[in-house]
């Protein structure tokens, strides 16, 4: 059967004029695909090439996490400034504005794409809508006061790079972090000095980590990072050379010097790691062995 509708696809693809249009002129504007529907309600995914692939492959341009999506799926591609849609020979079709694709068909700016249970929309960047999905978006995966990842896009992305490591034995280590004798500060100095140095704490961390490195807020004073492509040796170094900064950092906040220090736990993924919960509770054990051993320091 998907025989027969990838040659009914060659034999739609033959007739199509594909010429320059110049009711449909995109020059100088990008586009983009905008969740509206799905586990990634509100996610934006750029449209950079002339001709990308979606699907739930690995190799797709475009990857999207949903059983009902093929492995390669549907191709968007670009002809004279023109975009057009393409559906792959997939097994639950592609639809835009709830009519299926036959061969090849043009899209407009605002079109909804439907393949598997998630539905895109094809938008300008510069339309505001695509800026007000955007922020729901960034809300719903930020941490409100330090800016870094939520709790949730957390296990999101641990499960996704504990898949990836399980599958092709790829290097990975996670670190766990706490502020030494936070309620302290809260004590002391009020909650606006403690929220004073989490955001700072933050922007440290910025510093200090790469930019494939995921940095979240995992609660409270509790914070986490996965180090994709690194030994817990590498994840060491780096840990230690944050832990220093920290100790040796001063924030400054009506008219008081506040000083904190920070312990950390490693893990690194193996094969006995059975889940993402199992490599989380390691490096957490090793955070309270820093704290139990003292403080300002790392466990591994």
Same mark, same amino acid.
């Given at each position: 059967m998907a025989g027969k509708r990838n040659e009914e696809t060659q034999k739609s693809t033959q007739i199509i004029d594909l010429t320059k249009r110049t009711d449909l002129d995109f020059s100088?504007? @990008?586009f983009i695909l905008l969740e509206i529907y799905g586990a990634n309600m509100g996610k934006r995914r750029d449209i950079d090439? &002339? +001709? $990308? *692939?979606i699907g739930r492959g690995d190799d797709c341009n475009i990857i999207v996490n949903d059983p009902s999506v093929s492995r390669n799926h549907m191709k968007i591609f670009k002809i004279d400034k *023109? /975009? =057009? !849609?393409e559906d792959l020979g997939s097994?639950? @079709?592609? =639809?835009v504005n709830e009519d299926e694709i036959s061969g090849i068909q043009r899209l407009e700016n605002? &079109? @909804? $794409? #439907? $393949?598997g249970n998630t539905i895109f929309k /094809? $938008? +300008? +960047?510069? &339309?505001?809508?695509a800026e007000y999905y955007d922020q729901l978006y960034q809300f719903s995966i930020k941490d409100g006061l330090t800016g870094l990842y939520n709790r949730k896009s957390f296990d999101d992305k641990l499960e996704s790079e504990f898949s990836r490591c399980k599958r092709y034995g790829h290097s990975l280590s996670l670190v766990m972090f706490d502020i030494d004798h936070f309620k302290n500060v809260n004590d002391t100095y009020g909650h606006l000095a403690g929220d004073a140095v989490l955001t700072n704490l933050s922007k440290l961390f910025g510093k200090y980590f790469r930019s494939v490195d995921f940095i979240a807020r995992y609660g409270g004073e509790e914070f986490t990072v996965i180090l994709p492509e690194t030994p817990i040796n590498g994840a060491l170094l780096t840990t230690e050379r944050i832990r220093l900064a920290v100790s040796q950092n001063e924030i400054y906040i009506n008219q008081h010097t506040i000083k904190i220090t920070i312990s950390a736990g490693l893990a690194e993924y193996n094969h006995s790691y059975t889940s993402p919960a199992a490599l989380i509770d390691a490096a957490d054990k #090793?955070? =309270?062995? !820093? #704290?139990n051993n003292g403080r300002n320091r790392v466990e591994m």
């Open positions: 100088g504007d @990008r090439d &002339d +001709s $990308i *692939v *023109v /975009f =057009y !849609a097994t639950n @079709r592609t =639809y605002g &079109d @909804r $794409i #439907k $393949i /094809f $938008i +300008s +960047s510069q &339309d505001m809508e #090793k955070l =309270y062995e !820093a #704290k």
